[in-house]
C-alpha cells in the first residue's frame, strides 16, 4: 500500500504550521526563534568577538562558529545526555558550511560570530529549524550578509515524495528517505544537502524541485519576523 | 532603464532587492551583483539622490578615526596600555598620548592608568587588520573618575546624543548629570545618585524608542523641561552624522 495520505493529513508538499519571532533573548547581540510544528529552535549569536582559542583566527576575515543543543528533555521522554555528541557536532559543522556562503566578516578580520542554538522541543527537522533560526538570529545581530538562508528537509515515505518530515513519517515502515536542503533565500543557492535512507534518482530529482518550491514560504516567516521587530517606526 | 524598488526609511533585511540598473550607486551596507543593488544588513533604506545605503538597526560597532569611544584599561605594555574597546579589538594608548608630563623610563604606569580604569579617548589610527591607536592629547579626553558607565547599542549612540546633543542637553537639565556617550555604545554618567539612576533610565528609554520620531520633544514633556535651541558655535559634541533624523 503506498503513502497517499499523510499521517497529520497534509498535502504532499504542505509545510507544518511555522513561526517566526525575532530578539527573544535580550542579552545577545542577536536572537530568535523558529517553531514548525512541534519542533522549535532558538538561535542566539554574539559577536564578532575575540577568537578563543587564539590560533582558530583568521587574519583574512571573521568566521562563523555554531553549536547545536537539543535540551534533555526536548525529545520523546527519554532524557538526552547534554553535551556534545557526535551527532550534534556533525550538525554544528554542517550549519557553519550552510550558513557560511552568505555571510560578510571580510570587515572583521581575526574575529569570530558565535551561533548558539537550542532546541527545547523536537519531532524531526531539528537541522532545518535550527539553520532557519540561526540565519534570522544573524540578521538580527546586524551582520553583514549577502543573502538569507532558509532550510526545510524533504523526503520519500514509501515511494511519495514530501515536504517537511515529522519524526512518524521518519520512521513509517517502508522506505524512507529524509533529505534535509538548506538555499539561499534570492538564487535558491544549495548550501546543505544531506541524505538518509534510500531515495531513486528520479524522486531525489522531485524531492529537491519540491524543496525549491517551497522554501519561499519559510523566507516569507523570516522576513515577517525581522521586519516586525521594527514595525512601528513611523512613515 | 534603472528603477528604485524601495522607498526611504523602508526596512529591508539581508539579500532584499534595493534597485535595477547602474544609475544607482552603492552606499554603505549594500552591494552589487549583476546591476542589481542588494542590501546587505537589517536595516533602513536612505536614498540620497543616487546613492542608495541603509542604515543598520543593530550591529557590531566598527572602530573609525576620530570617533570618541569610553574605553577600559585591561593591561599595562612596555609603554602604554591595552585597552578594551568594547568589540573584537583592543586597542592600544601610548604613554605619549596619555599625558604631557615627562615619564622616565622604566616608570611604574599604574600611577598614571591602572588596570581596571575607563577612560574618554579618541581614536587616532585604524588599520585594515583593526588594530587601534587611541589618544588622550586632545581637549575633552580624560580619565573617567567617578559617576557610572553603561552600555547601549552602539547604533542608538547618535540618537541618544540627539541633534546638535539637543537630547544630552535635555537629561542634562533635567538631572543635573554629565553624560558622555562613547561612539562604542559606552556611556559615561556623572551627578547626583538619583540624578544618575534618573538618567540612565532616560538613556534605556531613548535606546529602547530610538526609532520613533520626535524623541526629544516627547522625553522634554516627559521630563519637565524646556527644549533648548542649541546655537552652532556653542555645540558641546561634535554633531554627529545620522544623528536624529
Known sequence: MAYTERLDGRKANGLREMSGKVGVIPNADGSAEFRTGKTWAIAAVYGPREVLPRFMANPKKGFIRCQYTMMPFSGT???????????AQEIAMVMDKALEP??????FPNSVVDIFVELPQTDAGTRCAAITAAAMALADAGIPMRDMVCSVSVGTVDGTVVADLTYNEEAFDGHVSDIPVAMTARNKEITLLQMDGHVKKEELKIALEMARDV??????VQKKALVAKFAEVPQ | MSNIVVENRDIVIPGDLLAEGMDYIPGDFTFREDEKIFSKVLGMVSVSGRVLKVTALSGPYLPKIGDKIIAKVTDVLMSGWRVDTNTAYTAVLNVRDATTRFVRKGEDLTGILDIGDFLVCKISN???QNLIDVTMKEPGLKKVEGGRIMRINCNKVPRVIGKKASMIQLIKDATGVEITVGQNGLVWLRGSAEGELKAQEVVRMIEQRAHESGLTDKLSKFLGVPKREIAPDTVPEPVVEGGEQ
Open chain 1, 77 to 87: 521522554g527519554e532524557r538526552i545526555r547534554p553535551g556534545r555528541s557526535r551527532r
Open chain 2, 126 to 128: 585604524v588599520t585594515s
Open chain 1, 102 to 107: 552568505v555571510v560578510d566578516l571580510t570587515a
Open chain 1, 215 to 220: 522554501m519561499s514560504k519559510i523566507f516569507d
